[in-house]
C-alpha cells in the first residue's frame, strides 16, 4: 500500500466521535481536537447539512443542530416516523434522508427560521439492501443491491413531480454498503460487500457518458464511507481500511494514498464535506 504522505490532501476536518470536533491542516494529514457533545445517539447514516447547518438524525427520534456559527448542538425537532435504517444525501434544497429497507421511504429535512421541517418524498419503488445516497445539486443517487443484482436509481428533486428513476448500473458485481461520494458533478463510487468480501473495484457515473472505471485501491474496502475533499480528492475510510487510517483518492491523476491522521480507531458511520472541511458520524466514544 502506497504510504506516502500527500500535501494536496491536508485540508480542514471535523471529527463527530459521540462530540463534534474540527481539525487544522499540518503537513502530513490532519490534526483532530475534540467539540461539542452529541446530545444523543446518532442514527447511522444520520448525519448532513441543510441550509448550512449541521443535522444529527437521532436514534431516539430527535433532530439536532450545530449551527455553522455555532459551538453547541440544539434540538431543532423530532422525526416521529423515522424508520430504522437511512442513508443521507446533502441536496441544494435540504437534507435528504432515504431508507431503503421492506419498506422503502424518502424524506426532506430543511430548517428555516431555527424550525424543523420534514416534507415527504416519493419512496423507492422497491427495497434496496445495503443502500447509500449521495446528493449533487438537486439530485438524489441511491446505490445498493436489489434481488442479487445492483441497484442505482436518481430523483430530481427540481421535477414537477419528483419520481425515482432506475438508471443503468455498474458493471461490478452487486455489492451492499459502497462508498458514494460527488465529484465534479459525478458519482464517484468504491467498495463494498459481496457475499461477505469487501471489494476494492471503483467507478464513476456521467449522466451522459455512463460508467468508467476507475483505478481500484490497494486493498479491499468492504462497507466503506467516501466523501469529498478540496477540488480533487475523495476520502475513503471504515471497510477493510485499518480504523485508524484514510484512503485518499486522487481524481486528476486516478491514483490513491494512505494517511495514518486519525488520532485512535474510528468507526465511522456517516460522513459530512463542505469544501475542504468534513464530519465524521463515529459510535466509538469520546475523543481522547
Known sequence: MNDRIDPLIAALGWLAVAVAGHAAPVEDGFRFDEGPALPTEVMEGGLGRAQGDLLALGADRTVDVLPSDGDAWEEAGRWENAPEAIDTAETDRGLVAVSGGDTPSAVLLTLGEGELRIAPLPELPFAVDGMRAVGIGNQVYVAGRQAGTNAFLRLDLAADEPV????????GPARRHPGLAPYQGDVILFGGESDGMGLSDGYRYDAERGWSALEPAPEPLGACRAFACGL???????GAVPDDQFMGYHAITDAWVTYDSLPRSVTVLGASAEGTRFTLLDAGGLLQ
Open 164 to 171: 425515482w428513476t432506475p438508471l443503468p448500473t455498474w458493471p
Open 232 to 238: 480533487s480528492h475523495i476520502l475513503v475510510a471504515g
